[in-house]
Nanobody, 115 residues
Framework: QVQLVESGGGLVQPGGSLRLSCAAS????????MGWYRQAPGKQRELVAI???????HYLNSVKGRFTISRDNAKNTVYLQMISLKFEDTAVYYC?????????WGQGTQVTVSS
């Protein structure tokens, strides 16, 4: 079992920045592919960014160049640095840990981009 706890969400103006953190516990963090997903009201959950156990990254096209995913295996934490935030980035952001058939989710953290 893996427990995931997100933090760092909040209210930010367009063009602003936030850094989300996801602290993991319960298993060997470095073995998991870690991802950030988001879900806006009335929309399906979508993959924002993923960082694999070997450090490879992949991003949703609309966030490329603005968001950066990283991980610190010593701290069992994955981060999502977000800059140049736009109204359309408003959503609940979820942390995900995946390895073979294992798939875990955090409780989510709200990001609201508003003037």
């Amino acid at each position: 079992q893996v427990q995931l706890v997100e933090s760092g969400g909040g209210l930010v103006q367009p063009g602003g920045s936030l850094r989300l953190s996801c602290a993991a516990s319960g298993s060997i963090f470095s073995l998991y592919d870690m991802g950030w997903y988001r879900q806006a009201p009335g929309k399906q959950r979508e993959l924002v960014a993923i960082i694999t156990s070997d450090g490879s990254t992949h991003y949703l096209n609309s966030v490329k160049g603005r968001f950066t995913i990283s991980r610190d295996n010593a701290k069992n934490t994955v981060y999502l640095q977000m800059i140049s935030l736009k109204f359309e980035d408003t959503a609940v952001y979820y942390c995900n840990a995946r390895r073979t058939v294992e798939n875990y989710w955090g409780q989510g953290t709200q990001v609201t981009v508003s003037s």
